[in-house]
């Protein structure tokens, strides 16, 4: 199902790839909101959307909280003259106040369905400088608002980074996290989708955060560049690696398709949990690392004990 937003890495196109990779849960948690592909292409009983972007949370607050105040102001904003001067105008508007929230949700609209291929960009100062995009007829997308209404009546949206998102875990919930991606290569990546950006030390920060929530039996889902930062850093996950389609800041000869990674941890039942972290290197597994002494690899507890492993002297 389509969303109201056009938008820069959408998982749309990528749906039933990732649905095959997030399991059942009471509800989905989803720390990089984006344009809520996932919630709208799942069936979770609940949902809680956060996003760091403070006017990408408004606009799906204005639409649950009253689609049809918000539908009749977009509405008026794409009557207008679809020119660039008109989407100059607006943006200046948008840039300058922002306190009657259903205007400013509608702006936020307009200014992605008539901008650059659905980019979202702010400058330093934290105004959005998306160029006019020169589309013929920019689409008004009635239909998947109200969808969206429909199925925001199940989701909680805050604005948060994602460490906070993350503290209101509670069992019984799935997390996905679909943050901005390593670059695949130096120049790849452009500015910024929030004023503060997403630095290395984020990535770090992210996937341990997910580390200590899968060791309290959280399922956790991350996707990312299909680099070899992206594996070293989620190493200790499951990883499925995929193709998909791109729709920015493809150069003359490159090609329109990315590598992408799903990484995952699901919880281990208990018969089959792992006995041991290794204290020398971290690596998990029964008895002894490879570096430290035998008895290493996937054995659990109950087929090391059953070999006499357990028993075994270290080096």
């Not at 090391?304 to 270290?314: C, Q, R």
């Given at each position: 199902?389509?969303?109201?937003?056009?938008?820069?890495?959408?998982?749309a196109?990528?749906?039933d790839?990732?649905?095959?990779?997030l399991?059942a849960g009471?509800?989905?948690?989803?720390?990089?909101?984006?344009s809520?592909?996932?919630?709208?292409?799942?069936?979770?009983p609940?949902?809680?959307i956060?996003?760091?972007?403070?006017?990408l949370?408004?606009?799906?607050?204005?639409?649950?909280?009253?689609v049809?105040?918000?539908?009749d102001?977009?509405?008026?904003?794409?009557?207008?003259?679809?020119?660039?001067?008109?989407?100059?105008?607006?943006?200046?508007?948008?840039?300058?106040?922002?306190?009657?929230?259903?205007?400013?949700?509608?702006?936020?609209?307009?200014?992605?369905?008539?901008?650059?291929?659905?980019?979202?960009?702010?400058n330093?100062?934290?105004?959005?400088?998306?160029?006019y995009?020169?589309?013929?007829?920019?689409y008004?997308?009635?239909?998947?608002?109200?969808?969206?209404?429909?199925?925001?009546?199940?989701?909680?949206f805050?604005?948060?980074a994602?460490?906070?998102?993350?503290?209101?875990?509670?069992?019984?919930d799935?997390?996905?996290?679909?943050?901005?991606?390593?670059?695949?290569?130096p120049?790849a990546?452009f500015?910024?989708?929030?004023?503060?950006?997403?630095?290395?030390?984020?990535?770090?920060?992210?996937?341990?955060?997910l580390s200590?929530?899968?060791?309290?039996?959280?399922p956790?889902i991350?996707s990312?560049?299909?680099?070899?930062?992206?594996?070293?850093?989620?190493?200790?996950?499951?990883?499925?690696?995929?193709?998909?389609?791109?729709?920015?800041?493809?150069?003359a000869?490159?090609?329109k398709?990315?590598g992408?990674i799903?990484?995952?941890?699901?919880?281990?039942?208990?018969?089959?949990?792992?006995?041991?972290?290794?204290?020398?290197?971290?690596?998990?597994?029964?008895?002894?690392?490879?570096?430290?002494?035998?008895?290493?690899?996937?054995?659990?507890?109950?087929?090391m004990?059953?070999s006499g492993a357990?028993?075994?002297?270290?080096?």
């Amino acid at each position: 199902m389509a969303t109201p937003l056009k938008w820069v890495g959408s998982k749309a196109r990528v749906m039933d790839i990732l649905r095959e990779h997030l399991p059942a849960g009471d509800r989905l948690v989803e720390p990089f909101a984006g344009s809520c592909s996932v919630m709208m292409n799942t069936d979770y009983p609940e949902y809680l959307i956060a996003d760091i972007n403070p006017d990408l949370i408004n606009l799906y607050q204005v639409i649950k909280e009253d689609v049809k105040e918000f539908i009749d102001t977009a509405e008026g904003l794409f009557r207008t003259a679809n020119t660039a001067e008109s989407y100059y105008r607006f943006r200046q508007v948008f840039n300058r106040s922002k306190e009657n929230r259903t205007t400013s949700a509608a702006l936020f609209l307009y200014l992605n369905r008539h901008g650059y291929r659905g980019v979202c960009r702010y400058n330093r100062a934290g105004g959005f400088n998306v160029p006019y995009g020169h589309y013929a007829s920019p689409y008004f997308p009635l239909a998947e608002i109200q969808a969206f209404a429909e199925k925001a009546r199940r989701a909680k949206f805050i604005c948060a980074a994602f460490g906070e998102t993350l503290q209101l875990i509670r069992p019984g919930d799935v997390v996905y996290c679909d943050p901005p991606y390593i670059p695949q290569t130096p120049t790849a990546s452009f500015t910024s989708y929030h004023t503060d950006g997403f630095t290395h030390n984020d990535q770090y920060d992210l996937c341990s955060a997910l580390s200590r929530l899968a060791e309290c039996g959280i399922p956790v889902i991350a996707s990312n560049s299909d680099t070899h930062h992206a594996h070293s850093l989620y190493h200790r996950f499951d990883i499925c690696r995929f193709t998909a389609p791109r729709s920015v800041g493809v150069a003359a000869g490159e090609s329109k398709q990315a590598g992408e990674i799903i990484a995952k941890r699901l919880p281990i039942p208990a018969a089959q949990s792992l006995s041991k972290v290794c204290d020398g290197c971290g690596y998990e597994g029964g008895g002894h690392c490879p570096d430290c002494g035998p008895v290493m690899g996937d054995a659990t507890y109950q087929e090391m004990v059953a070999s006499g492993a357990l028993n075994a002297e270290p080096f």
